[in-house]
Protein backbone atom coordinates (compact mmCIF):
# COMPACT_ATOMS: atom_id res chain seq x y z
CA UNK A 1 0.00 0.00 0.00
CA UNK A 2 1.60 3.25 -0.72
CA UNK A 3 1.71 5.99 2.22
CA UNK A 4 -0.55 9.21 2.42
CA UNK A 5 2.32 10.92 0.96
CA UNK A 6 3.29 8.41 -1.91
CA UNK A 7 -0.61 8.82 -2.75
CA UNK A 8 -0.40 12.48 -3.00
CA UNK A 9 2.82 12.81 -4.60
CA UNK A 10 2.28 10.38 -7.56
CA UNK A 11 -1.65 11.13 -7.89
CA UNK A 12 -1.51 12.69 -11.47
CA UNK A 13 0.03 9.21 -12.32
CA UNK A 14 -1.77 7.17 -10.26
CA UNK A 15 -5.07 7.95 -11.64
CA UNK A 16 -3.94 6.87 -15.13
CA UNK A 17 -6.10 3.36 -15.61
CA UNK A 18 -2.92 1.55 -16.89
CA UNK A 19 -0.74 2.50 -14.06
CA UNK A 20 -2.67 3.46 -10.74
CA UNK A 21 -1.60 2.06 -7.28
CA UNK A 22 -0.61 -1.05 -8.38
CA UNK A 23 1.65 0.06 -11.13
CA UNK A 24 3.13 3.19 -8.74
CA UNK A 25 3.95 0.18 -6.52
CA UNK A 26 5.91 -1.64 -9.40
CA UNK A 27 7.69 1.40 -10.22
CA UNK A 28 8.71 1.36 -6.49
CA UNK A 29 9.66 -2.15 -6.45
CA UNK A 30 12.09 -1.77 -9.55
CA UNK A 31 15.60 -1.67 -10.39
CA UNK A 32 16.76 0.59 -13.06
CA UNK A 33 20.51 0.70 -14.26
CA UNK A 34 21.02 4.13 -16.33
CA UNK A 35 24.52 3.81 -18.77
CA UNK A 36 25.45 7.55 -19.50
CA UNK A 37 24.74 10.30 -17.36
CA UNK A 38 25.07 12.82 -20.38
CA UNK A 39 23.07 14.23 -22.60
CA UNK A 40 19.97 11.16 -22.25
CA UNK A 41 21.29 10.08 -18.95
CA UNK A 42 20.28 13.84 -17.28
CA UNK A 43 16.40 13.69 -18.67
CA UNK A 44 15.79 10.06 -18.11
CA UNK A 45 17.12 9.86 -14.75
CA UNK A 46 15.25 12.91 -13.61
CA UNK A 47 11.83 11.61 -15.39
CA UNK A 48 12.55 8.21 -13.80
CA UNK A 49 13.45 9.30 -10.56
CA UNK A 50 10.63 12.16 -10.44
CA UNK A 51 8.15 8.66 -11.29
CA UNK A 52 8.99 6.74 -8.03
CA UNK A 53 11.73 3.89 -9.41
CA UNK A 54 12.64 2.16 -6.15
CA UNK A 55 16.44 1.87 -7.17
CA UNK A 56 18.30 3.80 -10.12
CA UNK A 57 22.32 3.02 -10.20
CA UNK A 58 24.12 5.49 -12.33
CA UNK A 59 26.91 4.60 -14.09
CA UNK A 60 29.07 7.20 -15.71
CA UNK A 61 33.14 7.45 -15.51
CA UNK A 62 33.62 11.62 -16.76
CA UNK A 63 33.52 14.40 -15.46
CA UNK A 64 31.28 17.82 -15.67
CA UNK A 65 32.67 20.32 -18.22
CA UNK A 66 31.83 23.57 -19.64
CA UNK A 67 30.93 22.17 -22.80
CA UNK A 68 28.33 19.82 -21.35
CA UNK A 69 25.94 22.46 -19.66
CA UNK A 70 24.37 23.06 -23.42
CA UNK A 71 22.58 20.36 -22.74
CA UNK A 72 22.96 18.31 -19.81
CA UNK A 73 20.58 19.98 -17.79
CA UNK A 74 21.17 18.39 -14.10
CA UNK A 75 24.33 20.20 -14.28
CA UNK A 76 25.52 24.32 -13.83
CA UNK A 77 29.34 25.59 -13.63
CA UNK A 78 29.70 25.02 -9.82
CA UNK A 79 29.77 21.24 -11.13
CA UNK A 80 32.43 21.23 -13.52
CA UNK A 81 35.22 18.87 -12.93
CA UNK A 82 32.86 16.61 -10.29
CA UNK A 83 31.72 13.34 -11.51
CA UNK A 84 28.46 13.03 -13.68
CA UNK A 85 26.97 10.16 -11.63
CA UNK A 86 28.00 11.78 -8.47
CA UNK A 87 26.62 15.06 -9.22
CA UNK A 88 23.70 13.36 -10.72
CA UNK A 89 22.61 11.75 -7.87
CA UNK A 90 22.95 14.29 -5.21
CA UNK A 91 20.25 16.55 -7.15
CA UNK A 92 18.50 13.91 -7.96
CA UNK A 93 17.94 13.09 -4.03
CA UNK A 94 16.66 16.58 -3.29
CA UNK A 95 13.90 15.81 -6.40
CA UNK A 96 12.91 12.70 -4.78
CA UNK A 97 14.51 11.45 -1.81
CA UNK A 98 12.30 8.20 -1.77
CA UNK A 99 14.40 6.71 -4.48
CA UNK A 100 17.58 4.67 -3.85
CA UNK A 101 20.43 5.77 -6.02
CA UNK A 102 23.69 4.28 -6.74
CA UNK A 103 26.81 5.95 -8.32
CA UNK A 104 29.05 3.75 -10.48
CA UNK A 105 31.68 6.54 -10.89
CA UNK A 106 33.55 4.37 -13.66
CA UNK A 107 33.55 3.61 -16.91
CA UNK A 108 31.06 0.61 -18.16
CA UNK A 109 32.96 -2.83 -18.95
CA UNK A 110 32.40 -6.44 -18.73
CA UNK A 111 32.59 -6.96 -14.88
CA UNK A 112 30.29 -4.43 -14.46
CA UNK A 113 27.74 -5.76 -17.04
CA UNK A 114 28.00 -9.42 -15.09
CA UNK A 115 27.73 -7.83 -11.99
CA UNK A 116 25.09 -5.67 -12.23
CA UNK A 117 22.64 -6.72 -15.22
CA UNK A 118 21.55 -9.48 -13.59
CA UNK A 119 20.20 -8.35 -10.65
CA UNK A 120 18.09 -5.05 -12.37
CA UNK A 121 14.84 -4.95 -14.33
CA UNK A 122 15.26 -2.63 -17.08
CA UNK A 123 18.70 -1.10 -18.79
CA UNK A 124 18.82 1.78 -20.14
CA UNK A 125 21.56 2.97 -22.91
CA UNK A 126 22.30 6.64 -22.45
CA UNK A 127 26.05 5.86 -23.43
CA UNK A 128 27.66 8.06 -26.95
CA UNK A 129 30.42 5.36 -27.33
CA UNK A 130 29.64 2.27 -29.95
CA UNK A 131 31.67 -0.62 -27.86
CA UNK A 132 29.86 0.26 -25.21
CA UNK A 133 26.16 -0.24 -26.98
CA UNK A 134 27.39 -3.60 -27.96
CA UNK A 135 28.41 -4.81 -24.81
CA UNK A 136 25.25 -3.61 -23.42
CA UNK A 137 23.46 -5.55 -25.77
CA UNK A 138 25.56 -8.42 -25.50
CA UNK A 139 25.12 -8.64 -21.84
CA UNK A 140 21.47 -7.92 -21.69
CA UNK A 141 20.86 -10.81 -24.46
CA UNK A 142 22.86 -12.99 -21.53
CA UNK A 143 20.88 -11.99 -19.36
CA UNK A 144 17.86 -11.69 -21.00
CA UNK A 145 17.51 -8.04 -19.28
CA UNK A 146 15.17 -5.68 -21.07
CA UNK A 147 17.48 -3.23 -22.81
CA UNK A 148 15.91 0.50 -24.18
CA UNK A 149 18.55 2.16 -26.71
CA UNK A 150 18.58 5.79 -27.39
CA UNK A 151 20.80 7.80 -29.67
CA UNK A 152 20.90 11.40 -31.08
CA UNK A 153 23.16 13.79 -33.11
CA UNK A 154 22.57 17.25 -34.68
CA UNK A 155 18.55 17.69 -35.07
CA UNK A 156 17.77 14.05 -35.37
CA UNK A 157 17.36 10.89 -32.46
CA UNK A 158 16.62 7.35 -32.78
CA UNK A 159 15.17 5.19 -29.78
CA UNK A 160 14.17 1.33 -29.56
CA UNK A 161 13.45 -1.39 -27.59
CA UNK A 162 15.33 -4.78 -27.04
CA UNK A 163 13.75 -7.52 -24.88
CA UNK A 164 15.22 -11.04 -24.86
CA UNK A 165 12.89 -12.65 -22.67
CA UNK A 166 10.86 -12.17 -26.22
CA UNK A 167 12.34 -14.95 -28.62
CA UNK A 168 10.99 -12.62 -31.63
CA UNK A 169 12.77 -9.46 -30.30
CA UNK A 170 15.65 -8.15 -32.48
CA UNK A 171 19.22 -6.88 -30.69
CA UNK A 172 20.79 -3.92 -31.88
CA UNK A 173 23.21 -6.07 -34.07
CA UNK A 174 20.15 -6.98 -35.68
CA UNK A 175 20.21 -3.43 -36.92
CA UNK A 176 23.99 -2.81 -36.84
CA UNK A 177 25.80 -5.78 -36.96
CA UNK A 178 29.40 -4.84 -35.45
CA UNK A 179 31.24 -6.30 -38.20
CA UNK A 180 29.22 -3.77 -41.04
CA UNK A 181 30.55 -0.72 -38.43
CA UNK A 182 27.40 0.64 -37.16
CA UNK A 183 27.49 4.62 -37.01
CA UNK A 184 30.09 5.95 -34.83
CA UNK A 185 28.96 9.61 -34.64
CA UNK A 186 28.21 11.41 -31.59
CA UNK A 187 27.56 14.68 -30.09
CA UNK A 188 31.71 15.86 -29.90
CA UNK A 189 31.92 14.96 -33.54
CA UNK A 190 28.67 16.22 -35.80
CA UNK A 191 27.33 18.58 -32.56
CA UNK A 192 23.69 18.63 -31.06
CA UNK A 193 20.25 20.33 -30.56
CA UNK A 194 19.78 19.89 -26.81
CA UNK A 195 16.10 19.51 -26.64
CA UNK A 196 16.54 16.64 -29.30
CA UNK A 197 18.06 15.02 -26.50
CA UNK A 198 15.29 15.57 -24.43
CA UNK A 199 12.83 13.97 -26.79
CA UNK A 200 14.78 11.01 -27.16
CA UNK A 201 15.50 10.54 -22.96
CA UNK A 202 11.75 10.97 -22.18
CA UNK A 203 11.30 8.59 -24.52
CA UNK A 204 13.32 6.08 -23.04
CA UNK A 205 11.95 6.89 -19.68
CA UNK A 206 8.32 6.56 -21.17
CA UNK A 207 8.89 3.18 -22.53
CA UNK A 208 10.63 2.02 -19.20
CA UNK A 209 7.66 3.11 -17.04
CA UNK A 210 5.23 1.48 -19.77
CA UNK A 211 7.72 -1.88 -19.68
CA UNK A 212 7.96 -1.36 -15.02
CA UNK A 213 3.94 -1.25 -15.38
CA UNK A 214 3.08 -4.35 -17.77
CA UNK A 215 1.94 -2.09 -20.29
CA UNK A 216 2.30 -2.47 -23.68
CA UNK A 217 5.75 -1.94 -25.35
CA UNK A 218 6.33 -2.56 -29.21
CA UNK A 219 9.39 -4.25 -29.57
CA UNK A 220 12.11 -4.67 -32.24
CA UNK A 221 11.11 -0.80 -33.74
CA UNK A 222 13.36 1.63 -34.42
CA UNK A 223 11.72 5.34 -33.43
CA UNK A 224 13.24 7.92 -35.86
CA UNK A 225 12.61 11.85 -34.85
CA UNK A 226 13.80 13.93 -37.53
CA UNK A 227 13.82 17.45 -35.55
CA UNK A 228 14.00 19.90 -38.43
CA UNK A 229 10.85 18.46 -39.92
CA UNK A 230 9.25 17.25 -36.51
CA UNK A 231 8.61 13.91 -37.90
CA UNK A 232 8.73 10.60 -36.60
CA UNK A 233 9.21 7.38 -39.00
CA UNK A 234 9.00 3.67 -37.30
CA UNK A 235 10.51 0.81 -38.91
CA UNK A 236 10.28 -2.50 -37.93
CA UNK A 237 13.32 -4.47 -37.33
CA UNK A 238 13.37 -8.36 -38.18
CA UNK A 239 15.36 -10.56 -35.90
CA UNK A 240 18.32 -12.17 -37.82
CA UNK A 241 18.71 -15.44 -38.04
CA UNK A 242 22.72 -15.29 -38.95
CA UNK A 243 22.79 -12.41 -35.71
CA UNK A 244 25.96 -13.39 -33.84
CA UNK A 245 24.34 -12.49 -30.48
CA UNK A 246 20.45 -13.02 -30.39
CA UNK A 247 20.15 -16.00 -32.88
CA UNK A 248 23.02 -18.00 -31.32
Known sequence: MLSQQEQLRYSRQT????????????????????????????PVSMYLTAAGIGKLFLVDGDNIELTNLQRQ??????????????????KLT?????????????????????YYIPNVDVVIDCTDNIQTR?????????????????????FDGQQMVIDPRDNNSACYQCLFPESERAPANNCQTVGIVGPVLAIIGGMQALQTIKLLTKNKVTLSQLNLFDGLANQ?????????????????
Open 134 to 154: YLLNQACIDHKTPLIVGAATG
Open 232 to 248: WQQFTIKKQQSCKVCSK
Open 94 to 114: KQNPDVDIEVIDEMFDQELAN
Open 15 to 42: MLSQIGEQGQMLLQQAKVLIVGIGGLGN
Open 73 to 90: VLFNEDDIGINKADSAAE
